[in-house]
């Protein structure tokens, strides 16, 4: 099994020179870049960090973040992206369900998950003269390099192991799928915290492209995207919504010189994606993808002009079946549940038999979404089969919500639920009540909710005087969620905070300042 860093270094053979990494005022070329990769793993290695070893990763700067995240993989470590802003009984169970073993990070203090903290000063370790060990390198890794953690239908949270030649697969299907190139500007609008950003990443570094690295509290993204001549932007739905709420009616194309923006993480409705064609760039690749699949399927400009819906073909190596109840194929044309088979898929999930036997079955992943095969090949996404949510890119179960919440001393019943959102595609919502005698605000049981799950905690909670049920006793999720509305949309609102103050490059841009440019 090889070690995906060989990738970079084949680059750095290839293009020595050529831009990797444009970090604000600095660039980088690829022999330097692979250089510093190569003294942070020979450091790291000297401080005791092996193949196989489980390390929490937690960086405030973005650079250091990805330097560490290669070198990590350089090594055959394991790696479990632990953002700051978590709550630490977040952080902590993520870590235990994941086997840490040690905290590397450029933060000396702080919630440290429950674990050793190791500080490393990347640009130091990194340094010019800084020795390094081709030792160091595991060149048959057999540990996962990456572990992702994410929801589950049950309430426990599923953690997803990534293998070195499992990522080398999804690799090969995001090239083919985008037509990734040498020597193009790419740049991301989540931070690398988010494992669909850490992925852009390391494609673009394989590929031999430019990462564009930027200021997300700074600068705003037409600035950055003219200054860099950026060519390939990703970006998820949220993003896309709000830059286009942004932008005035009238404006055309205002990326131009984009050659792909690609779009996926949520459903892209068909009005998004029409403002988005019209006003961002013709160049708009909607993308359907999951973290335990990978890349699936990619519809380019064209398909979507001729299919409304359409997610797209799939990509060489995956297959793509639609399902029945019974789990017989059906005809094309006809909505079922999508099954997935490909290189790129993870084995299973993290010590959790059930899961694992529920949506990994004779060799097909079952991601529980609904679709639809046209006889010409195209995927039509029809959502999810079940109640999960689905907040800015984010899986949130109800039940995991529901686990929580019902430990609180003052509840009596919760139910969550989601209620439809343009922005943000759910809008997670818990709907309790409380036992008798008891008192607790929403404001108390949110901040409840907030401490113990983070990001997939629910974005408003109601107290209400009863739950509504089916005969069989079943909540009316529904009829709660006709309940409630989401918040009206604004560019303000974004997973984990409101975009920073941009900078105003030119006139020509916008009036009154540049596009938002979010870290959700």
Same mark, same amino acid.
């Given at each position: 099994m090889?070690?995906?860093?060989?990738?970079?270094?084949r680059?750095?053979?290839?293009?020595?020179?050529?831009?990797a990494?444009?970090?604000g005022?600095?660039t980088?070329?690829?022999?330097?870049f692979?250089?510093?990769?190569?003294?942070?793993?020979?450091?790291?290695?000297r401080?005791?960090f092996?193949?196989?070893?489980?390390?929490?990763?937690?960086?405030?700067?973005?650079?250091?973040?990805?330097?560490?995240a290669c070198a990590?993989?350089r090594l055959g470590?394991?790696?479990?992206?632990l953002?700051e802003?978590?709550?630490?009984q977040?952080?902590?169970?993520?870590?235990?369900?994941t086997g840490?073993?040690v905290?590397l990070t450029?933060?000396?203090?702080?919630?440290?998950?429950? *674990?050793?903290?190791?500080?490393?000063?990347?640009?130091?370790?990194?340094?010019e003269?800084a020795?390094?060990d081709?030792g160091?390198?595991?060149?048959?890794?057999?540990?996962?390099?990456l572990m992702m953690h994410?929801?589950?239908?049950?309430?426990?949270?599923k953690?997803?192991?990534?293998?070195?030649?499992?990522?080398?697969?999804?690799?090969?299907?995001?090239?083919?799928l985008?037509?990734?190139?040498a020597?193009?500007?790419?740049?991301?609008?989540?931070t690398?915290?988010?494992a669909?950003?850490r992925?852009?990443?390391?494609?673009t570094?394989?590929?031999?492209?430019?990462?564009?690295?930027?200021d997300?509290?700074r600068?705003g993204?037409?600035? *950055?995207?003219?200054?860099?001549?950026v060519r390939v932007?990703?970006?998820s739905t949220?993003?896309l919504?709000?830059l286009?709420?942004?932008?005035?009616?009238?404006?055309?194309?205002?990326?131009?010189?984009?050659?792909v923006?690609?779009v996926g993480?949520s459903?892209v409705s068909?009005?998004?994606?029409a403002r988005?064609l019209?006003s961002?760039?013709?160049h708009?690749?909607?993308?359907?993808?999951?973290?335990?699949?990978?890349?699936?399927? *990619?519809a380019?400009?064209?398909?979507i002009?001729?299919h409304?819906?359409?997610?797209g073909r799939?990509?060489?190596?995956v297959e793509?079946?639609?399902l029945?109840?019974?789990g017989?194929?059906?005809p094309?044309g006809?909505p079922?549940q999508i099954a997935?088979r490909?290189?790129?898929?993870?084995?299973?999930?993290?010590?959790?038999?059930?899961a694992?036997a529920?949506?990994?079955?004779?060799?097909?992943f079952?991601?529980?979404?609904?679709?639809?095969?046209?006889?010409?090949?195209?995927?039509?996404?029809?959502?999810?089969?079940?109640?999960?949510?689905?907040?800015?890119?984010?899986?949130?179960s109800?039940?995991e919500?529901?686990?929580?919440?019902?430990?609180?001393?003052?509840?009596?019943?919760?139910?969550?639920?989601?209620?439809?959102?343009? *922005?943000?595609?759910h809008?997670?919502?818990c709907?309790?009540t409380l036992?008798?005698?008891?008192?607790?605000?929403?404001?108390?049981?949110r901040a409840f909710?907030?401490e113990?799950?983070?990001?997939?905690?629910p974005?408003?909670?109601?107290?209400?005087?009863?739950i509504?049920?089916t005969?069989?006793?079943?909540?009316?999720?529904?009829?709660?969620?006709?309940?409630?509305?989401a918040?009206?949309?604004?560019?303000?609102?974004?997973?984990?905070?409101?975009?920073g103050?941009s900078?105003?490059?030119?006139?020509?841009?916008?009036?009154?300042g540049d596009?938002p440019?979010?870290?959700?």
């Open positions: 090889p070690n995906l860093t060989d990738e970079f270094s680059q750095a053979r290839a293009q020595a020179h050529a831009p990494v444009i970090a005022a600095h980088l070329g690829f022999a330097a692979d250089a510093i990769v190569w003294r942070v793993a020979t450091a790291l290695a401080a005791g092996v193949r196989g070893l489980v390390v929490a990763v937690t960086f405030r700067d973005e650079f250091a973040h990805l330097v560490a990590l993989a470590a394991t790696q479990v992206p953002p802003r978590e709550p630490p977040v952080r902590a169970g993520i870590a235990a369900a840490v073993a905290l450029d933060v000396g203090h702080g919630a440290d998950a429950g *674990v050793p903290r190791h500080v490393i000063d990347v640009r130091a370790a990194g340094s003269g020795p390094i081709p160091v390198r595991d060149p048959h890794p057999s540990a996962p390099w994410g929801s589950g239908t049950t309430g426990r949270a953690v997803m192991p990534l293998s070195h030649m499992q990522w080398l697969a999804r690799l090969q299907a995001q090239r083919t985008l037509g990734l190139r020597g193009e500007p790419a740049l991301c609008m989540g690398i915290d988010f669909t950003t992925h852009r990443y390391l494609e570094l394989a590929t031999g492209g430019t990462i564009v690295l930027f997300r509290q600068d993204l037409l600035y *950055v995207h003219r200054r860099h001549h932007l990703y970006a949220m993003h919504q709000q286009v709420d942004w932008l005035p009616d009238d404006a055309h194309h205002v990326l131009q010189g984009l050659r923006l690609r993480n459903h068909e009005p998004l994606r988005a019209r961002l760039t013709p708009l690749y909607v993308a359907y993808s999951t973290n335990e699949f990978g890349p699936v399927t *990619v380019p400009p064209d398909d002009a001729r409304p819906g359409t997610v799939p990509a060489p190596g793509i079946r639609v029945d109840p019974s017989r194929p059906v094309p006809t079922g997935l490909g290189p790129g898929c993870i084995d299973g999930y993290l010590n959790d038999a059930q694992t529920t949506s990994f079955r004779d060799g097909w079952q991601p529980g979404d609904v679709g639809t095969r046209l006889a010409d090949g195209q995927l039509i996404h029809r959502g999810r089969s079940d109640d999960m949510m689905i907040f800015d890119g984010i899986n949130i109800p039940t919500i529901e686990n929580v919440m019902s430990a609180h001393p003052a509840v009596a019943q919760a139910v969550a639920f989601a209620v439809p959102s343009r *922005v943000h595609h809008w997670p919502v709907a309790l036992n008798p005698g008891a008192h607790a605000d929403a404001d108390t049981l909710a907030s113990r799950l983070g990001m997939r905690a974005r408003q909670v109601v107290v209400i005087d009863a509504p049920r005969d069989s006793g079943k909540p009316l999720r529904r009829a709660l969620a006709e309940r409630f509305a918040p009206s949309p604004s560019i303000a609102q974004g997973a984990e905070g409101a975009p103050p900078r105003e490059p030119g006139d020509d841009e916008r009036p009154s596009a440019a979010t870290s959700g």
